[in-house]
Each structure stands twice: as C-alpha cells, then as structure tokens.
C-alpha cells in the first residue's frame, strides 16, 4: 500500500456490514431519546453528539488522525 493511500485509510477498520470508508456525517443534530439524554451532553455527563457545529464523528475522525 502507497504511504497517500495509508495516509488516508491507516486507522479504520470497517466492521461486518461498515462502509468500507470512513462516513461523512453531513447531519446537523443528532437524535436522542429523551430531553434527559440531551441534557447530559450538555451538562458534560455524557459523550455523544448533538450539534455538528461543535462536535461530530467525521472531525472526530480526521482529528484522531493528526494527532
């Protein structure tokens, strides 16, 4: 494999059923159950996403790989 390639692909392994590249999440909000679970993220007692502004699993991503 080409060091661009691993570059790119290095650090991802789908699982059985994954897309077999990293999704971009192009959604803006996340769902949660109850306003209780909302509350948590916002309160720092849970992780999860609720704005895509702030936080969300493809800049989570990218971030992981430069670091």
């Known amino acids: 494999m080409r060091t661009e390639t691993k570059c790119i692909e290095a650090g991802y392994t789908p699982k059985n059923g994954e897309s077999r590249m990293i ?28 704005y895509t502004r702030l936080q969300n ?6 971030a992981a790989k430069i670091a």
Request: glycine share 6%.
């Open 23 to 50: 999704p971009i999440i192009q959604s803006t909000t996340f769902k949660y159950d109850t306003s209780e679970d909302m509350g948590k993220l916002f309160d720092l007692e849970a992780s999860g996403y609720f």
């Open 57 to 62: 699993p493809t800049n989570d991503y990218v």
